[in-house]
């Protein structure tokens, strides 16, 4: 996985009947069982089948696999479940299947009953899998335009330099400017890219700017895990720049604007050129 497979990422929600080789299946499953992420959290993946298991997604159309996981409820469990989905997500993509992120749009209590979660278990989201139709259905192109899945915010407002005072250009960000594109990419939940990341020479904070009504009690707090999927993406950048660098807390105590709380950091080893 690495950056172009990042750019080749699109939402699916329509797929033809193309069975899935059970070689490609055999290593996304190998992935699921050996697959770590930075924060330590342990992930429970498990496949499941439309028919057998009785789940469903009214904004699906022809899946009949589904990917779902869940975690035990710890600190940092959203970034963890986030980075790790999203790097199955990535293989999946660079092994030629379709994939979207589902939370509210989906049979919850089917999906949990099949994933069997427990009192102290959040399984935030699943994923349909399988190979993408020729053409999209009439309800996934209206939902793409309404959330306006291809646009992104200006890089200005999401990125900054020593403070949130200090807006990062495109210009601006020297060796960060793959790994910051890269965020800016990122899929997230309704298209709201919580996502406030500020670049103080070797660290990069992450800051999560929260929407009402995005932390549940079954579903954690999905803009966390969305998160993780930019933090996910940084990391893959980061390496394909010749970036070494680890994920750690080291709350910088920047006055961050309302509803916008520090979550990570992502410290580099050495000089960034330019930044």
């Not at 899929?187 to 070797?202: C, E, F, M, Y």
Request: aromatic share 10%; glycine share 10%.
């Amino acid at each position: 996985m690495d950056s172009s497979t990042i750019k080749a990422r699109k939402s699916v929600r329509t797929f033809s009947d193309k069975p899935i080789p059970d070689e490609i299946m055999a290593k996304l499953e190998d992935f699921t069982k050996q697959d770590t992420n930075p924060f330590g959290v342990p992930i429970t993946f498990r496949f499941l089948d439309r028919r057998r298991d009785g789940v469903s997604s009214p904004v699906i159309v022809g899946a009949n696999t589904y990917v779902a996981a869940k975690y035990r409820r710890q600190e940092d469990a959203e970034l963890g479940f986030g980075c790790s989905f999203e790097r199955f997500v990535l293989l999946a993509t660079s092994l030629g299947l379709g994939t979207v992120w589902l939370a509210a749009t989906i049979d919850r209590k089917a999906f949990e009953r099949a994933m069997g979660v427990g009192s102290d278990e959040v399984m935030p989201a699943v994923t349909p899998l399988g190979y993408a139709a020729d053409k999209r259905s009439v309800r996934e192109s209206l939902m793409r335009r309404n959330m306006k899945s291809d646009e992104r915010a200006p890089f200005e407002s999401l990125f900054f330099r020593g403070d949130f005072g200090h807006p990062l250009g495109e210009g601006e960000a020297g060796g960060l400017l793959g790994p910051l594109q890269m965020v800016r990419w990122s899929p997230s939940a309704t298209n709201k890219q919580p996502w406030r990341l500020v670049v103080d020479g070797g660290r990069v904070h992450f800051f999560e700017r929260r929407t009402k009504g995005y932390a549940r009690e079954s579903t954690g707090d999905i803009q966390k895990v969305d998160m993780g999927i930019a933090a996910c993406h940084f990391q893959i950048a980061a390496q394909d720049a010749g970036l070494v660098g680890t994920f750690m807390k080291s709350d910088p105590g920047i006055e961050a604007p309302e509803a916008t709380d520090y979550v990570t950091t992502f410290a580099i080893s050495g000089e960034v050129s330019g930044a």
